[in-house]
Nanobody, 120 residues
Framework: QVRLAESGGGMVQPGGSLRLSCTAS????????MGWYRQAPGQQRELVAT???????????SVIGRFTISGRFTFSGDSSKANLQMNSLKPEDTAVYYC??????????WGQGTQVTVSS
């Protein structure tokens, strides 16, 4: 079983920055991908950024140039990390942010979510 522990959410003014962190616990082998999704009230969950062990990174168009994903992938999966540096935050970035990990044949895993609020 895999658990994803998230931290770093909060409230910030427009133009500010936040850093989200996610650490995996559990041994299922190396993840195929880790990343972050978000869900605003009344909206569907959407991809923010994903990263793979080979360094292939994918960003939502709305965050390109403002958000940066980084992390590490361990052989066992345990202690793998996904970090999201968010700069130049906008009110429309307000959402619950979820850490995500794809463990191949063992399926997808999600964190509990962390609230990010951008407001003046």
């Amino acid at each position: 079983q895999v658990r994803l522990a998230e931290s770093g959410g909060g409230m910030v003014q427009p133009g500010g920055s936040l850093r989200l962190s996610c650490t995996a616990s559990g041994d299922v082998g190396r993840f195929d991908a880790m990343g972050w999704y978000r869900q605003a009230p009344g909206q569907q969950r959407e991809l923010v950024a994903t990263n793979t062990p080979s360094g292939a990174i994918n960003y939502a168009d709305s965050v390109i140039g403002r958000f940066t994903i980084s992390g590490r992938f361990t052989f066992s999966g345990d202690s793998s990390k996904a970090n999201l540096q968010m700069n130049s935050l906008k009110p429309e970035d307000t959402a619950v942010y979820y850490c995500y990990a794809n463990a191949g044949p063992f399926g997808d895993y999600w964190g509990q979510g962390t609230q990010v609020t951008v407001s003046s």
